[in-house]
């Protein structure tokens, strides 16, 4: 199976940029997906195929990388961010998601 | 307008069976694929299993032998069982739907999902 390592945590100040990388263990293209997790919540899908932004969410969020290598960015990030992000590959099999990385706003 | 919404038991003894249900609208399952993707209390999204649009399944490796998924196309309805339950089996459980168009694909839609407990 595909693995994907994410940072676990992570803290910045509003206003502030942070990326959040996604390394896959084998290369899955640009079959890469972001979701937004926040507490008690299902998760929201933010970017698709590695860079597409899914319709409704804040253009603060973009997404680059394409073979292994993957990152998040939120460029300023606001209170309302903080949650657990995941990626999730779709170009092997089985899809596999991320471990998480919880973003904290301090 | 698409909506998932899962329904089961919250509570499940050792060694038993879990069945839950995904009853859909909006969309019809003879042209779109639903998983279930699970999530243990305080921990990451893990991929259980899909049921695709041609009636085909997949499930997870570490899971498949517990594991069935089967559909009700006439009611909107996606079952997941899986026999001899633990506790590390207690989590939630979402069903969400996989839209896939050229140019796009990724878990667009989310059911609430449903907890599942197992303990005695």
């Known amino acids: 199976d595909t693995v994907l390592t994410q940072s676990p945590a992570l803290a910045v100040s509003p206003g502030e940029r942070v990326t959040i990388s996604c390394r896959a263990s084998?290369?899955?293209?640009?079959?890469m997906h972001w979701y937004q997790q926040k507490p008690g919540q299902q998760p929201t899908l933010l970017i698709y195929?590695?860079?597409n932004l899914e319709s409704g969410v804040p253009a603060r969020f973009s997404g680059s990388g394409s073979g292994t290598d993957f990152t998040l960015t939120i460029d300023p990030v606001e209170a309302d961010d903080t949650a657990t992000y995941y990626c999730?590959?779709?170009?092997?099999?089985?899809?596999?998601f991320g471990s998480g990385t919880k973003l904290e706003i301090k | 307008q698409v909506q998932l919404k899962e329904s089961g038991p919250g509570l499940v003894q050792p060694s038993q069976t879990l069945s839950l249900t995904c009853t859909v609208s909006?969309?019809?399952?003879?042209?779109?694929?639903v998983h279930w993707v699970r999530q243990p209390p305080g921990k990451g999204l893990e991929w259980v299993g899909a049921?695709?649009?041609?009636?085909?399944?997949d499930y997870n490796s570490a899971l498949k032998s517990r594991l069935s998924i089967s559909r009700d196309t006439s009611k909107s309805q996606v079952f997941l069982k899986m026999n001899s339950l633990q506790t590390e089996d207690t989590a939630i459980y979402f069903c969400?739907?996989?839209?896939?168009?050229?140019?796009?694909?990724?878990?667009?839609?989310w059911g609430q999902g449903t907890l599942v407990t197992v303990s005695s």
């Open positions: 969400t739907r996989w839209h896939y168009y050229d140019g796009y694909e990724g878990f667009a839609y």
């Open positions: 999730q590959q779709s170009w092997n099999d089985p899809l596999t």
């Open positions: 909006g969309f019809s399952l003879t042209s779109n694929s």
């Open positions: 049921i695709w649009s041609g009636g085909s399944t």
């Open positions: 195929l590695a860079s």
């Open positions: 084998e290369s899955v293209s640009t079959l």
